[in-house]
């Protein structure tokens, strides 16, 4: 990386940790940038919703008391669909005893500052009622479902809302910031959807191997993460930890993994977005490996009597050394 581009980067990145700051301390949010956080953020403000602290195990933001689940879509999104991922008996019956509120809400992504400008809200007890009826002959490794504006009109008969000015913004001089920096960061690295999954990680840790981010998302052209001068693709593991998983393991996906020169597993530090840790394996060893542990986890399942219903293992700082070609950086 150019001292001039490294410059630029660490000038963002810096106004970028003084805001991930505030809102660690303010709300226990540790990390805005995965997985779209800072849309849900916006939606939460747009509606005058204040936010929930911490991530999982709760619902995204709460109003006069009442809890609510945001899930987004953006207009610049090849899926025009909100998911629904793992949902199980117990989940859906979660969202009818407790009653809280759907948001499906839409962006408007197509200019520098994003902005929520229609969107549905759901009752738990209806959203529950529906999964139970049209999930039963779905049949998929993660329980995932997709449900849209049009099955939501017509089978839940709900009508499109449009937000009003509430004129009580709280986050609105941050956001614009985060979507200005966002918007530099894009064009200066020709990158889309930076902030969307893991793509800021997937740029902090090409800036430091020297290679390039795939700016595509899902599909064939996004097959892999990263790649090099030489054309070389790279698969990117991120964690806050030192444990990476992987989900979705078929065939199809080791053989994608057997077309990379490398299976990169990164240590993050979120709060302060900084890459800490770095080991490149070898992918015909990585894809034995996961392959062996799959294996022994459905083993595991059958003596007890069960399936396994996502095919999913996870990879250790200690089982990535032992691997023969590994390099730690």
Same mark, same amino acid.
């Given at each position: 990386?150019? %001292?001039?581009?490294?410059?630029? +980067?660490?000038?963002?990145? %810096? ?18 940038? #995965? ?29 006069? &008391? ?7 879509? /953006? ?37 520098? /500052? ?8 759901? %009752? ?12 039963? #002959? ?45 918007? +530099? ?8 959807? +930076? ?7 997937? +740029? ?5 191997? &020297? ?6 998302? &899902?599909?064939?052209? &996004? ?31 080791? #053989? ?5 020169? %490398? ?42 009597? /069960? ?23």
């Amino acid at each position: 990386m150019t %001292s001039e581009k490294s410059n630029f +980067l660490e000038k963002n990145l %810096s106004k970028l940790r003084n805001i991930q700051k505030y809102f660690n301390e303010n709300y226990r949010i540790d990390d805005i940038w #995965s997985n779209s956080k800072i849309y849900e953020l916006l939606v939460a403000d747009t509606l005058n919703h204040d936010l929930i602290p911490g991530h999982s195990g709760s619902r995204d933001s709460v109003k006069n &008391g009442h809890e609510y689940e945001i899930k987004h879509f /953006k207009e610049s999104s090849s899926n025009h669909s909100w998911t629904f991922n793992d949902y199980s008996d117990d989940i859906i019956q979660n969202m009818i005893d407790k009653n809280y509120t759907f948001i499906f809400a839409h962006i408007d992504d197509l200019k520098v /500052k994003p902005e929520l400008d229609w969107y549905f809200e759901i %009752s738990g007890i209806d959203m529950g009622a529906y999964l139970k009826k049209w999930t039963k #002959s779905i049949q998929n490794n993660r329980k995932m479902i997709n449900v849209s504006a049009n099955q939501i009109i017509q089978r839940l008969n709900a009508e499109i809302k449009k937000p009003k000015n509430n004129n009580s913004y709280k986050f609105t001089k941050i956001l614009n910031e985060i979507f200005e920096i966002n918007d +530099l960061l894009e064009k200066k690295y020709n990158l889309k959807n +930076l902030m969307t999954s893991s793509k800021i990680w997937e +740029l902090l840790l090409a800036e430091k191997l &020297g290679h390039k981010v795939n700016s595509e998302q &899902g599909g064939r052209a &996004g097959a892999h993460d990263a790649y090099d001068q030489q054309h070389n693709h790279y698969e990117y593991k991120i964690s806050k930890s030192t444990s990476w998983n992987f989900q979705d393991i078929s065939q199809k996906v080791l #053989s994608k993994y057997l077309e990379d020169k %490398s299976i990169v597993l990164a240590k993050a530090d979120k709060k302060n977005l900084k890459i800490l840790e770095v080991i490149i394996c070898d992918p015909i060893e990585v894809v034995e490996l996961l392959r062996s542990k799959l294996e022994a986890k459905k083993k595991r399942f059958e003596l007890q009597g /069960k399936s396994i219903r996502r095919r999913q293992v996870s990879i250790t700082k200690r089982e990535a050394l032992s691997l023969s070609s590994t390099t730690l950086l």
